[in-house]
């Protein structure tokens, strides 16, 4: 929606690349535009020609639940809002057709239309929604224009699209009436979806009680497809919670799946607290069919679970089958055109996918998003960044200062005029709220001079809307009931400030994240709440005075600390802009955990670590960059646009830089004697087992008869007796014949670190593949297998192709090494055979997990002041909509210090914190937040009781006249936390935004009083 | 019992709680932590009881005694005060001033005849969602034990 209205952002909609020409830096790039035979320029998004329009089609939004006419909005926060004509549909239109196009329509529509069976040519002209249409916004002689333009880089996002269950006979999609798809069901919890935000059986639309969701459909070996789709399993998680919270007639919800892959942040908590809540049993097993119960329209599932060793049936009145991700039908076309590849399932293929997640196998065309492979949100956002980041490489011609358009400010003085807007957000507050109450109580509040209520506040069209209302009713306050200001009020304060309003006459209020989300069962007494913020969100506008913001210069020059894979990564593509960068990192040589002997090499495909940042390392220097080692950060202070770093070590300087990019990484979990670690000497760490890679290389494959050379092997006896009589090592896995490897050391362990790792997984499958290579037995004792980045599902199977044993353990088990001098066997419980194992082993390796790099976490946030979450890492502004952000402008997280991820993810995000970094130097300006504290000077006594408080220094006694002091407050210090206003003896301090008669009349109003001062 | 009608309020006899009564309580927040954590709550959907009212501030700092006496004087039930815990006040020590203030209102408040169960101070995160929705169940249940507060409803008459 920010894109829709952005002055640089062109959005060509409902259009096809045909041709792409040049190099990087210069392309030429031709677009088709079809026709919507609706002008956009006249359009006003009325709708009056859809309900003339006599003609139905399906609706692809609603995924065939619901219908529409031939004339449409795709859906309701589509940018642009407007309408298109479904040339297939319209009866208009029908006559263009020749007869061939008529045949093959008649055959979509077959498929396409469940209601309509018969198809009728009608050739004569119907022209409905021409008459309708007040602006003569429909163009029947509209054709396809072709349109080229020049751009340095082109990005493609073409995203997934939903695998077609029916192409899996056995779960009865397509047959079964109440055989769903997870995006069914999500249009069907979707407010302004199909069914208001309510769970139905499609075939009675009654309630279903019992719910089964399937997952893994069309996944890991279903349909041909061997990866992962990634975002199934927490969607399936959430969606049977929100089903429990908004029916409680659903008394029941099974999910069957085959691993849990919580992997994200926070992901393995929210699904312990589902099974803590009980919203859904879970049900380990893949069905092997479902049956139709015909007399009620009701399903049965037959399915074995794998956990609990039988053979169940399971009766369901709903069976959503969570679908897997397949490549864009479009994706192989564009991708000819771009001339770029795909890989082998048809989705876009990248560079390296052990490396960038973003580049294609074409210079200067870059990827994001799932149009590379399945991707959560909060990946896709990084790699979009990510995306930007490089693209913007070739752009620098075109950088753009602000373009200051200056809109003159509307005269708001007078008496307050508020004006409310109560927003539904879909179901979120509408779903327990009712909201056209609220507005008509809002209404009859004093002062309020317009109250009404808006689908979506914050989208393109309830902004328009709020722009109208303020200019229909002379509005000057407005009053936004809605969801969190710590998201959402910047974008309300935009609207404002574009036409003139001052953006600090808006105050929000929470009725969603603080009212309806919170108190869903509780109806009657949320009304009530909600009633209450608003009146005091009333109180508080009718307080509230416009505030200017100041302007202070930007230090255009960035830091970066840490100088592993992310770092540089981030500095590149900073230094790569034309930006000042300099890079810190404390040790002696950058790379940090890809230098040897960390890593050898990479998964998927094996590439040897150290080519890998050769060629990084190589690339930063080529660029401007300043890298400083053997160095570290000791101070910064400042702010945004102004910090000043001050470093020690071999290069001790201070300097002043714009932004700051935090990328210290984290550190391996060391075990503390668990499984015998550190006892016994076989028993390795994985980041150990890589160093016995290094190790073998070095040694000569030998046919050494020596026998304690032969003894030799990783960790064992290696120390003692590791030197042979030619003096080189003998390869460490000489005499190992079987290892066993255990996951989740130090991860979903709630006294270490209750998240997942995401990078342990395929790296022990990696390093199961090379040992079972070298003709060593392998066994890897896991709890879930969470293969989830782009090539590890397959290196998963060829794991077990390779001979590797899987061993489940199931959750709280703990895995028993044995062994009094060395590890000899592991014993553990197989959740699978349902009986306890003993696997004999001569080599044991823990795959340990991440956690937060100590002291640098705990020193940069005292220092920066950027929040840390709960397991210990930074915490993001959003997991969703800023996840590269910390809560502190200006500082950017990028790699796992914001939490584990693997090395795609990590340099997509880098990337992505440079990308972030370089939009706040583009400018060489920092706006100030106008958000300030000020002394009254006639009030102010000079007693220094707010100058001793700043934590800032932003408070100064100074002499106003001969012997007479005041205190002064620096504008472009003051944080505006307020601490001074509540200290100051003789109120002369005002703390703007946050006026002591604000906050009163809050008050007030929370107790039904009116403010009469 | 009849003395509790009567206007000017003599000792306080054992609180005579009304069936089904809800407290109101007004609830301080720091825009970077509490807030937050509430709205975490809301996104993690831990459900909590609804009779309280939020007001955000910057920082705890900022809650100064005369907001706390107030929401006392115009009938609130309870008051809650939440800032960042000690080291992540997103203004450094905001909240280490809004502990002082706290006591200092304290002191006032059991003067008026208050109890001092009736206010709280407490430290939420921003990702402390759950700890969020906790500290408003106890505090209401608390106060709810207390009955309304002897100054609600005759506050306003007294100016
Ligand atoms: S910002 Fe939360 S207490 Fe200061």
Same mark, same amino acid.
């Given at each position: 929606m920010d894109a829709g209205r952005h002055p640089l952002i062109d959005v060509v909609s409902n259009a096809e690349v045909i041709g792409c020409e040049g190099r990087p830096g210069d392309f030429r790039v031709r677009i088709r535009k079809k026709p919507r035979y609706v002008r956009e320029d006249k359009c006003v998004a009325c709708g009056l020609c859809v309900d003339a329009c006599p003609q139905v089609g399906g609706n692809e939004f609603d995924v065939g639940l619901k219908a529409r006419k031939a %004339?449409?909005? !795709? &859906?309701? @926060?589509?940018? !642009?809002a407007t309408y298109v004509i479904d040339s297939d549909a319209c009866l208009n239109l029908l006559g263009f057709l020749s007869e061939k196009q008529r045949l093959r329509l008649a055959k979509v529509q077959k498929i396409k239309q469940r209601k309509r069976e018969d198809y009728q040519p009608n050739l004569l002209v119907c022209g409905h929604c021409s008459k309708a249409c007040e602006v003569d916004a429909i163009d029947f002689d509209m054709r396809a224009e072709e349109m080229e333009v020049d751009v340095g880089a082109v990005l493609v996002a073409v995203g997934f699209m939903e695998f077609d269950a029916r192409k899996l006979g056995n779960y009865g999609y397509g047959r079964f009436p109440n055989v769903v798809t997870s995006l069914e069901l999500e249009r069907m919890l979707n407010a302004s979806g199909v069914t208001q935000g309510h769970v139905v059986r499609p075939s009675d639309m009654k309630t279903p009680k019992r719910m089964v969701f399937i997952q893994c459909v069309g996944a890991r070996g279903e349909g041909g497809r061997p990866y992962c789709s990634r975002f199934c399993c927490m969607n399936a998680v959430k969606d049977s919670m929100l089903v429990r919270q908004h029916d409680p007639e659903v008394e029941d919800v099974t999910i069957l799946y085959t691993d849990l892959r919580a992997f994200g942040k926070g992901f393995d908590d929210f699904v312990q607290r589902s099974r803590d809540e009980k919203s859904a049993t879970y049900v380990r097993g893949r069905p092997a069919k479902v049956d139709h119960v015909a007399e009620d329209d009701s399903l049965e599932i037959f399915v074995e679970d794998t956990l609990g060793h039988s053979q169940e049936r399971i009766p369901a009145d709903l069976v959503v089958l969570s679908v897997a991700a397949a490549p864009n039908e479009g994706a192989m076309k564009v991708a000819d055109i771009l001339g770029i590849e795909t890989d082998v399932y048809g989705f876009i293929a990248r560079r390296d996918p052990a490396v960038s997640a973003v580049e294609t196998t074409r210079e200067g065309i870059y990827v994001a998003g799932s149009a590379v492979g399945p991707q959560v949100i909060p990946d896709c956002v990084a790699q979009a960044s990510a995306a930007a980041a490089r693209a913007a490489l070739y752009l620098t011609g075109y950088r753009v200062e602000e373009e200051q358009k200056t809109v003159d400010p509307m005269d708001l003085s007078g008496p307050p005029r508020v004006g409310v807007m109560v927003c539904h957000c879909g179901v979120n507050i509408a779903g327990t709220l009712d909201v056209e109450q609220l507005a008509s109580h809002a209404a009859k509040i004093p002062d309020v001079v317009a109250a009404e209520t808006n689908l &979506?506040?914050?989208s393109s069209a309830g902004q328009d809307r709020l722009v109208e209302l303020i200019k229909e009713h002379n509005i000057n306050r407005v009053v936004i009931a809605a969801c969190t200001p710590r998201t959402h009020e910047p974008i309300f304060q935009e609207t404002c400030a574009r036409i003139g309003f001052n953006p600090y006459l808006l105050e929000m209020v929470n009725?969603?994240? @603080?009212?309806s989300w919170v108190h869903a069962g509780q109806t009657v007494e949320a009304q009530e709440k909600a009633k209450a913020l608003i009146r005091m969100g009333v109180a508080k506008a009718r307080h509230l005075h416009p505030l200017q913001a100041g302007e202070v210069p930007m230090a255009r020059a960035a830091l970066v600390i840490g100088g592993g894979i992310g770092g540089i990564q981030a500095a590149t593509d900073l230094a790569a802009q034309g930006f000042p960068v300099t890079l810190v990192e404390k040790t002696d040589r950058l790379g940090g955990r890809l230098a040897k002997p960390n890593l050898k090499s990479l998964y998927p495909n094996m590439r040897p670590a150290a080519e890998v940042l050769r060629e990084k390392v190589d690339r930063l220097k080529s660029t401007d960059a300043r890298i400083l080692l053997n160095t570290e950060v000791e101070e910064i202070s400042g702010f945004v646009g102004n910090f000043e770093v001050t470093t020690s070590g071999a290069t001790q300087e201070t300097f002043p830089v714009g932004a700051i990019v935090l990328a210290t990484g984290a550190e391996l979990h060391k075990p503390r004697g668990e499984y015998g670690y550190g006892t016994l000497p076989n028993v390795l760490t994985s980041e150990e087992l890589e160093h016995a890679f290094f190790e073998e290389e070095e040694a000569v494959p030998g046919d050494s008869e020596d026998a304690t050379s032969r003894a030799s092997g990783v960790g064992g006896n290696k120390r003692r007796s590791g030197e042979r009589s030619d003096g080189k090592a003998a390869s460490p896995f000489e005499s190992v014949g079987s290892a066993s490897f255990i996951l989740c050391v130090g991860s979903r362990d709630p006294e270490c670190f209750s998240g997942c790792s995401r990078y342990c997984c395929p790296t022990a499958i990696k390093q199961a593949i090379l040992l079972a290579k070298r003709g060593i037995d392998t066994t890897i004792f896991y709890r879930? %297998?969470?293969?989830?980045?782009?090539g590890a599902e397959e290196m998963y199977r060829e794991a077990r192709g390779l001979g590797v044993l899987f061993i489940r353990i199931p959750p709280g088990e703990k895995v028993e090494v044995i062994g009094e001098k060395r590890a000899e066997g592991v014993r553990c419980f197989d959740d699978l055979l349902g009986r306890r194992v003993e696997v004999p082993t001569d080599l044991v390796v823990l795959s340990v997990g991440m956690r937060p790099r100590q002291p640098e976490t705990d020193r940069f946030h005292d220092m920066l002041k950027a929040s840390i979450g709960l397991d210990g890492f930074f915490l993001e502004?959003? !997991? /969703?909509?800023? !996840?590269? /952000?910390?809560?502190?402008?200006?500082v950017l997280l990028a790699g796992t210090i914001q939490g584990p991820k693997d090395i795609v993810d990590t340099v997509a995000q880098a990337s992505a914190a440079a990308a972030k970094a370089s939009v706040f130097l583009a400018y060489d300006k920092v706006k100030l937040d106008p958000v300030t504290a000020v002394v009254d000077a006639l009030k102010c006594r000079g007693c220094g009781t707010c100058v001793d408080i700043c934590p800032y220094h932003a408070g100064e006694l100074v002499e106003s006249g001969p012997g007479v002091y005041v205190a002064e407050i620096n504008a472009s210090l003051c944080k505006g936390c307020g601490t001074c206003g509540s200290w100051c003896p003789s109120g002369a301090i005002t703390c703007r935004h946050f006026t002591d008669r604000q906050v009163h009349a809050m008050i007030d109003a929370f107790f039904g009083e009116e403010v009469t001062t | 019992m009849k003395a509790v009608r009567t206007k000017p309020r003599p000792k306080r006899t054992p609180p005579k709680v009304p069936a089904n009564w809800n407290p109101n309580i007004v609830v301080f927040a720091c825009n970077w932590c509490s807030y937050a954590g509430a709205d975490t709550a809301g996104v993690s959907r831990i459900q909590h009881q609804p009779h309280f009212r939020m007001i955000r501030v910057m920082c705890s700092g900022r809650i100064q005694p005369g907001f706390v006496l107030r929401a006392f004087e115009r009938g609130a039930d309870g008051v809650l005060v939440s800032g960042c815990h000690f080291g992540d006040c997103h203004y450094i020590s905001g909240n280490e001033r809004a502990v002082e203030q706290f006591e200092k209102t304290k002191n006032v408040v059991t003067l008026l005849g208050l109890e001092e169960a009736r206010i709280r101070l407490e430290w939420i995160s921003a990702a402390e969602g759950a700890r969020f929705a906790q500290v408003i169940n106890e505090f209401t249940d608390q106060v709810r034990k207390l009955g #309304?507060? #002897?100054?609600?409803?005759?506050g306003r008459a007294k100016e």
């Open positions: %004339i449409y909005r !795709p &859906f309701p @926060q589509s940018v !642009p &979506f506040a914050c009725i969603r994240d @603080q009212c879930d %297998i969470r293969t989830i980045s782009s502004r959003h !997991p /969703e909509l800023a !996840p590269i /952000e910390t809560a502190v402008e200006g | #309304p507060s #002897p100054l609600a409803g005759n």
